[in-house]
């Protein structure tokens, strides 16, 4: 049995100090003696101060200032020295035994997977109910979380392939996120999700969705202690970072594959001229005497190196 990778796990807190215990808790119990980074975001509540009383091995990192919640996550992974990073919010709990197991696996069997994320669900009069997020938003997914909302779930547990996960509680691979250029930080709150995955996108990467592991998400405590007029108002900034987002990244996204479309196109292009005209070379310089290989070949592949040439551009 293959060794479990190292890992890191990275807490961006704020006003968190009557959820942050309980994961903390959560993590010592089926994690102990692995990395966490805390960011906290110029908690008012005493969050800092619990941690450092009675988390001491937990490496805080406090901010000032509330930077907002991308900004503090690119903040957090220069204090991560592991290539996979589970990215969680202080309202998330852990109980299953196997959850880091599982979500390693299914990111460690793929270079080509940039992030993995579990099932969310709440607890509601001690029932579960799922939550909807990021992950339903490609076909299979959405049809998925529609059986199981609808009782008719077919107990479906092979990882899906989807377009988006949610931040709240993912796995992600450092080095696909550093390579896409991490958050944007302009967001300050919501938008991070499509911002980053349409990037993971254009650059080759998936996502995968565990639908046999999941995690109870309570969803938005840390803007639950604001008035109602100031929650709307984070809520409307977040949907025109969202909306900007995916506007954004769809068109850079369509922009990337009319590219590569160019690209193989005058790659064919090439293969077929050069074929042509290694052809007719051939026939004039054997019929002169000289060998056929020379002086054609390095023409036609230099026409194919020339389409192939360095990396696709970002977008």
Same mark, same amino acid.
């Given at each position: 049995m293959l060794a479990q990778p190292d890992f890191t796990t990275l807490i961006v807190t704020y006003q968190s100090a009557g959820e942050i215990a309980h994961l903390l808790d959560d993590l010592r119990r089926l994690a102990p003696g692995q990395r966490v980074v805390v960011v906290d975001n110029a908690s008012a509540d005493g969050t800092v101060e619990l941690i450092r009383s009675r988390y001491p091995e937990v490496a805080l990192v406090p901010n000032p200032d509330n930077v907002g919640y991308g900004k503090a996550v690119n903040q957090g992974m220069a204090s991560c020295p592991s290539e996979f990073v589970f990215l969680l919010n202080p309202d998330v709990r852990l109980h299953d035994p196997g959850f880091h197991h599982a979500m390693l696996a299914a990111l460690a069997a793929d270079p080509r997977v940039a992030a993995v994320g579990p099932l969310q669900v709440q607890l509601v009069r001690g029932r579960e109910h799922l939550n909807h997020t990021w992950s339903?938003?490609?076909?299979?997914?959405?049809?998925?979380?529609?059986?199981?909302?609808? $009782?008719?779930? /077919?107990? #479906?547990? @092979?990882?899906?392939?989807?377009?988006? =996960?949610?931040?709240?509680?993912?796995?992600? *691979? +450092?080095?696909?996120?550093?390579?896409?250029?991490?958050?944007?930080?302009?967001?300050?709150?919501?938008?991070?999700?499509?911002?980053?995955?349409?990037?993971?996108?254009?650059?080759?990467?998936?996502?995968?969705?565990?639908?046999?592991?999941?995690?109870?998400?309570?969803?938005?405590?840390?803007?639950?202690?604001?008035?109602?007029?100031?929650?709307?108002?984070?809520?409307?900034? $977040?949907?025109? /970072?969202? #909306?900007? @987002?995916?506007?954004?990244?769809?068109? =850079?996204?369509?922009?990337?594959?009319?590219? *590569? +479309?160019?690209?193989?196109?005058?790659?064919?292009?090439?293969?077929?001229?050069?074929?042509?005209?290694?052809?007719?070379?051939?026939?004039?310089?054997?019929?002169?005497?000289?060998?056929?290989?020379?002086?054609?070949?390095?023409?036609?592949?230099?026409?194919?190196?020339?389409?192939?040439?360095?990396p696709l551009p970002w977008w």
């Open positions: 339903f938003w490609s076909p299979r997914t959405l049809a998925f979380f529609l059986a199981r909302s609808l $009782g008719l779930d /077919n107990g #479906s547990s @092979a990882p899906m392939p989807t377009m988006f =996960l949610n931040a709240g509680c993912l796995l992600l *691979r +450092r080095s696909a996120f550093e390579e896409v250029g991490r958050f944007d930080e302009r967001h300050f709150l919501y938008g991070e999700e499509p911002d980053l995955f349409l990037k993971l996108r254009r650059f080759g990467y998936r996502a995968l969705l565990l639908p046999a592991t999941r995690v109870v998400h309570h969803r938005e405590r840390s803007i639950g202690h604001l008035p109602l007029r100031q929650r709307w108002k984070r809520r409307l900034g $977040g949907a025109v /970072n969202v #909306s900007g @987002a995916l506007v954004t990244g769809v068109v =850079l996204l369509t922009l990337w594959r009319w590219h *590569r +479309r160019r690209v193989r196109s005058r790659r064919d292009r090439a293969g077929t001229s050069g074929t042509v005209t290694d052809r007719s070379q051939r026939a004039t310089v054997t019929r002169r005497g000289g060998h056929p290989s020379r002086g054609v070949s390095r023409r036609g592949t230099g026409v194919l190196r020339r389409a192939d040439a360095g």
